[in-house]
């Protein structure tokens, strides 16, 4: 542990999914708009559609609402697939988007044999908040938020789609008008 999270001002996750190492960053990353809870956990005055972290340093981690719409959440600082993540959270105490705020969302991807990783999170810098610290580390530490979060991942990962083989091709005799493909 590091002296920023004994002071608190560092929310500390672990979780462990059985799927390999490249999957898990990828669902992280490119399939965040399917886990992410978007209806409780957006910024913008319009309905939400989708969460979206652009694939390269200085990409933007923002929403996307239903008109269009996009509001700014952060920037990708630390792109290194599919080892390692991290991006800067600028939404304020008040959930409004403050580009001068910064705290930074550091996400490593271990891989722990064929098959599984295990994901640390940390959400550091939050003595950047001020007065409000206290109060953001403890929204930031519950079920509201990253543990609740990140369990929306794990399901996400859980839920992986099957690739089902494709259907074997027979040979059609004119009489026969259809298969069961």
Same mark, same amino acid.
């Given at each position: 542990?590091?002296?920023? *999270?004994?002071?608190?001002?560092?929310?500390?996750?672990?979780?462990?999914?059985?799927?390999?190492?490249?999957?898990?960053?990828?669902?992280?990353?490119?399939?965040?708009?399917?886990? $992410?809870?978007?209806?409780?956990?957006?910024? =913008?005055?319009?309905?939400?559609?989708?969460? @979206?972290?652009?694939?390269?340093?200085?990409?933007?981690?923002?929403?996307?609402?239903?008109?269009?719409?996009?509001?700014?959440? =952060?920037? #990708?600082? #630390?792109?290194?697939?599919?080892?390692?993540?991290?991006?800067? $959270?600028? @939404?304020?105490?008040?959930?409004?988007?403050?580009?001068?705020?910064?705290?930074?969302?550091? #996400?490593?991807?271990?891989?722990?044999?064929?098959?599984?990783?295990?994901? @640390?999170?940390?959400?550091?810098?939050?003595?950047?908040?001020?007065?409000? *610290?206290?109060?953001?580390?403890?929204?930031?530490?519950?079920?509201?938020?990253?543990?609740?979060?990140?369990?929306?991942?794990?399901?996400?990962? *859980?839920?992986?789609?099957?690739?089902?083989?494709?259907?074997?091709?027979?040979? @059609?005799?004119?009489?026969?008008?259809?298969?069961?493909?």
């Amino acid at each position: 542990m590091n002296g920023d *999270a004994e002071l608190g001002t560092t929310i500390h996750k672990e979780i462990l999914v059985e799927v390999d190492q490249r999957r898990a960053f990828e669902v992280f990353t490119a399939e965040i708009g399917h886990w $992410w809870p978007l209806l409780t956990h957006h910024i =913008g005055a319009a309905t939400p559609d989708v969460a @979206i972290i652009e694939p390269f340093v200085n990409g933007r981690w923002f929403e996307r609402a239903m008109d269009g719409s996009e509001c700014d959440w =952060g920037r #990708v600082v #630390v792109w290194d697939p599919p080892r390692h993540l991290v991006l800067t $959270w600028c @939404i304020n105490s008040r959930w409004k988007f403050d580009a001068t705020l910064g705290t930074e969302v550091d #996400v490593t991807f271990l891989s722990e044999g064929l098959g599984r990783t295990r994901i @640390i999170l940390e959400h550091r810098h939050l003595d950047r908040y001020g007065a409000d *610290a206290d109060k953001m580390r403890g929204i930031f530490d519950s079920e509201g938020g990253w543990t609740g979060i990140l369990h929306k991942y794990v399901s996400r990962v *859980a839920s992986r789609s099957f690739d089902a083989p494709p259907c074997p091709r027979y040979q @059609i005799q004119e009489s026969t008008a259809h298969s069961e493909c």
